[in-house]
């Protein structure tokens, strides 16, 4: 084999091949290093005397199916020059592992379409090896998320695994990725990401948040200069649970006719009136239930009525939008409404804010829901710190959501 294809093929240059052999269905490739190449590993001098060698067996890209080694004699030399007696190193090799760095490459190349499993199926190594040269990979490329050009943030928390576990996202709402993970949910699992977006000089334009009193209290700590946005989906959000709780109460307090009209409405009232389903009638059970009940029904319409808060032609009109709203859902006596109501006015400017920067956590939660699936696929991460490194190249396309 000529140097030219150990260069080519399998990234070895440098060294002469001395034989191939053929043995159980894998190719063994011994070369050797030439003498004038030898050089002390620890000062680089080239005055050395060679004490011995030790075999070593590397694993280089596979040929087809077949499995390819590299053997080579790694010298044992003494130094003349700083006197130091170890093993000559070894350049296509990472440290002491028994692979060779493009085969390396070429285990993250393959996981990042394929599982794991699969990946060490394939190739006939070990999972462990697998996760170790991704974990490698993905900590050089992810370790530090950068910090320094940051605008616009979204920040949310995410469940993940049983026992009640929480992590808290931060996103670049401009390049769609992950720039920090903490470790629980509220304002603590923040502090270390407030401490580097200080060294880092970065000037922060706005946050899109919910409405959680911890986070609000924080960013406006940390940011003062920010725009909070309250992010419209967490306010709907809000609002259909206080008209779920309203359905409840109603139900309670029915007779059995009423009781039989609401069964079954909860969804029909959270749903958006465009994909109420005509084969299953839920327009006209909708309906029924409305025309029985008139404080359901009121608190009904003004759910549809605030979700057009957020479509309105200016924030001029946004404002008289909101503040109309506040003022009918008071009205009604109903105590789920006046809440809802009481917290809109608390929340006023920033929920408003949204036509000054009309953003919001949207893009997060959709990273949420690839945390998810990416934790489905893998069956939960024992290693925290491999689940966090594959949530921050979770917006690179390459790196596919596999386990």
């Known amino acids: 084999m000529s140097t ?45 005397i060679r004490r011995g060698s030790r075999e070593r067996r590397f694993r280089g890209l596979p040929i087809g199916r077949r499995a390819v080694w590299i053997v080579l004699p790694v010298p044992r030399l003494e130094c ?51 996760k ?38 931060v996103l670049d709402l401009e390049s769609g990725a992950v720039v920090f993970i903490g470790e629980g949910k509220g304002a603590d699992a923040l502090d270390p990401f407030w401490k580097r977006l200080g060294r880092s000089g970065a000037c922060i334009e706005a946050v899109a948040i919910d409405m959680s009193q911890a986070y609000i209290n924080a ?17 709907v959000k809000l609002m259909n649970d206080k008209l779920a709780a309203l359905r409840r109460t109603l139900q309670r307090q029915a007779d059995d006719e009423e009781k039989a009209v609401l069964k079954g409405t909860r969804w029909l009232l959270l749903k958006n009136p465009v994909n109420l389903s005509s084969e299953h009638d839920e327009a006209d059970r909708l309906k029924a239930a409305l ?24 924030k001029a009109h946004a404002a008289r939008h909101l503040d109309g709203w506040i003022e009918r859902a008071r009205a009604t006596g109903l105590r789920q ?9 608390l929340h006023r400017d920033g929920v ?52």
């Open 337 to 345: 409404l006046i809440t809802m109501s009481n917290t809109l006015s």
């Open 219 to 235: 960013v406006r700590s940390h940011l003062p200069e920010a725009t909070l946005v309250f992010d419209h989906f967490h306010v």
């Open 291 to 314: 025309e029985l009940n008139a404080p359901l029904a009121a608190a009904y319409y003004l759910k549809e009525d605030l979700r057009q808060l957020w479509s309105q032609p200016d």
């Open 80 to 130: 003349r020059t700083c006197g130091v007696v170890r093993q000559a190193e070894v350049e296509f090799a990472p440290g002491q592992h028994g692979y060779t760095k493009r085969f390396g490459r070429y285990v993250v190349e393959l996981a990042r379409h394929m599982t794991m499993s699969a990946v060490a199926e394939h190739l006939g190594v070990s999972w462990n090896l697998v």
């Open 4 to 48: 030219s294809l150990l260069y080519h093929g399998f990234g070895i240059s440098g060294y002469l091949h001395r034989r191939s052999e053929y043995e159980g269905g894998e190719i063994h490739f011994t070369i050797e290093q030439p003498a004038h190449r030898l050089r002390c590993a620890a000062c680089g001098s080239r005055e050395v």
């Open 132 to 169: 170790a040269l991704m974990k490698q990979e993905l900590r050089r490329r992810f370790h530090r998320p950068q910090l320094k050009g940051l605008r616009l943030l979204a920040i949310d928390e995410i469940s993940v695994g049983s026992g009640h576990r929480y992590l808290t996202v």
């Open 352 to 403: 408003l804010a949204y036509y000054d920067v009309p953003i919001s956590t949207g893009p997060l939660e959709g990273t949420n829901n690839k945390i998810k699936t990416l934790q489905r696929q893998a069956y939960g991460y024992r290693d925290p710190e491999f689940f966090h490194l594959r949530i921050f190249a979770l917006h690179e396309s390459r790196f596919s959501l596999v386990g």
